[in-house]
């Protein structure tokens, strides 16, 4: 129900009524969610962000967080007031350089309420300034701000950024990033994208970071602590920064020896993917008792424990698989994440055939095989897995054979000319499962609907016919050997929450 701005009483003073346009009555407060069913307090209604700017300042020793953010945005909705998904102390808002009334909300919600409504279309700056202790606060009872023994780290999904910065937290409203960082001397603030300057005064030093392509809230990521910063180029061209915590222990030496590998695996991938979407490529190992990583744009997030038994690069290969299909173009809702996982993970079964331990078929097989009919497994859909089935096995193993099944069903030329074409088809954009089984009909002129369907979105396991390949293993009766890859593959499903 929409609270409209003018009260009755208000509506019959003739001085006003002349001063208001005819349309006034039609503003109304943003929702305070974008409509993703999954998660209906997520991201807000009624505008959109084209960017963040974050000046910040945080001290290790007491998780303090202080600063201003001042977003750019456009409204798309006659507003009277809107929200942010926030969950720090605010001080101050400001619409236009105007003052603004505000007030907490809902489990992770700013209402702000401009002194003027905003006309539909309108381009507004927010500033929004704030302190608090990130990780007393929590939402839903968790916290995604991880404390380390040397400062902090936010990296979660689907949420991330409600410990660190006022947003439209949902992947349909991508906006670019300056992200600057004041921590005192000695320590480091990690961002998305390229280090365009450091500082050091007074005992502080600021590290500014850019993210210059439009980029997921959840895939906005900021550590603060001591970390050895290690820079390069790929062979291909590709800026890369990567950084390591400095008390990884037994750890550091396995992290390095995968996460260096990052600018030999963009190059890799790009083969497959097609260009690089972004201006640096990276990742970062924090201090952390978290169990796993994250694409975020740039600058993948990885967990010490994900190194603890050697080197991991299938998971270095999952990860920056992201880079194409999960950051460059993003989920239109959450329940499209099998563009996500099932992508990420089929460059992992590429990476395995690459390396001689088991080619993407005799994933698919093993995957198919591996599961009975009446397996759960198969009751997850992975085109639309619901919000507490969308980081199932289900979605990464499962969607992962549904990418084989079509590439039976296209021929290898037209399904090397999709998986590249994809990301540039949609750069820096949105899209849903629909629009990707278009896009494939298009590339390879075969009717797919059926096959989508039958992997995609049907509780069962696929039927003999729809999974010919797979059939005649499983037909033979012969226990199907585990391809060398497997284990491997599988730790990247720790990849994300539970
Ligand atoms: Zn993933």
Do not use: C
Request: hydrophobic fraction near 40%; glycine fraction near 10%; charged fraction near 20%.
């Amino acid at each position: 129900m929409h609270r409209r701005i003018l009260a009755p009483g208000v509506l019959a003073a003739a001085s006003l009524l002349l001063a208001i346009p005819a349309s006034a009555a039609s503003y109304s407060p943003g929702a305070p969610g974008i409509g993703d069913p999954y998660y209906p307090d997520y991201g807000n209604g009624g505008y959109d962000v084209s960017h963040y700017d974050l000046r910040l300042k945080y001290q290790p020793a007491t998780d303090e967080l202080e600063g201003t953010a001042t977003l750019s945005a456009r409204t798309t909705q006659d507003l009277s007031s809107f929200d942010l998904d926030f969950l720090l102390d605010v001080s101050e808002v400001r619409v236009n350089g105007t003052e603004a009334a505000f007030s907490a909300s809902g489990q992770h919600e700013l209402v702000v309420t401009p002194k003027t409504p905003l006309a539909k279309g309108t381009a507004v700056t927010v500033v929004v300034r704030y302190s608090g202790v990130p990780s007393t606060k929590s939402a839903y009872g968790f916290t995604a701000w991880h404390r380390t023994p040397d400062g902090a780290v936010a990296a979660d999904e689907p949420e991330a950024a409600w410990w660190w910065f006022p947003s439209n937290d949902h992947p349909s409203d991508k906006a670019t990033y300056d992200v600057s960082v004041a921590v005192p001397d000695g320590n480091q603030a990690i961002s998305n994208g390229t280090l365009q300057a450091t500082a050091s005064q007074l005992g502080w030093t600021r590290y500014s970071w850019r993210q210059n392509k439009p980029q997921a809230t959840y895939l906005a990521t900021l550590a603060l602590g001591k970390f050895d910063v290690t820079t390069g180029v790929s062979e291909g061209g590709v800026p890369v920064i990567n950084a390591y915590s400095k008390d990884l222990g037994d750890n550091d030496g396995a992290a390095r020896a995968s996460v260096e590998r990052t600018g030999e695996i963009v190059d890799w991938l790009s083969g497959y993917f097609g260009p690089y979407p972004f201006s640096a490529a990276g990742g970062y190992v924090p201090n952390t008792t978290t169990g796993y990583a994250l694409e975020t744009q740039g600058r993948v997030f990885y967990s010490p424990k994900q190194f603890a038994k050697g080197a991991n690069v299938s998971l270095i290969v999952h990860e920056l698989g992201h880079q194409w299909y999960g950051d460059d173009v993003s989920v239109k809702g959450w329940k499209d994440i099998w563009l996500n996982e099932g992508f990420a993970t089929y460059a992992q079964w590429l990476w395995s055939e690459h390396e001689g331990e088991g080619t993407a078929q005799q994933l698919a097989d093993y995957v198919y095989a591996s599961h009975p009919a009446d397996d759960p497994f198969w009751t997850v859909k992975p085109g639309d897995p619901g919000a507490d089935n969308q980081f199932d096995d289900a979605v990464y193993d499962r969607g992962a054979a549904a990418i084989q099944a079509l590439r039976d069903e296209v021929g290898d030329t037209a399904f090397f000319r999709i998986l590249k074409g994809w990301p540039t088809a949609h750069a820096y954009g949105n899209a849903s499962v629909a629009d990707f089984q278009k896009y494939a009909e298009q590339i390879s002129g075969k009717p797919l609907a059926a096959l989508f369907d039958t992997w995609l979105f049907q509780p069962t396991k696929p039927a003999a016919a729809a999974a010919s390949r797979p059939l005649a293993a499983a037909k033979s009766g012969a226990a199907l050997a585990r391809p060398k890859s497997w284990k491997k593959i599988e730790s990247a499903h720790e990849a994300h929450r539970g």
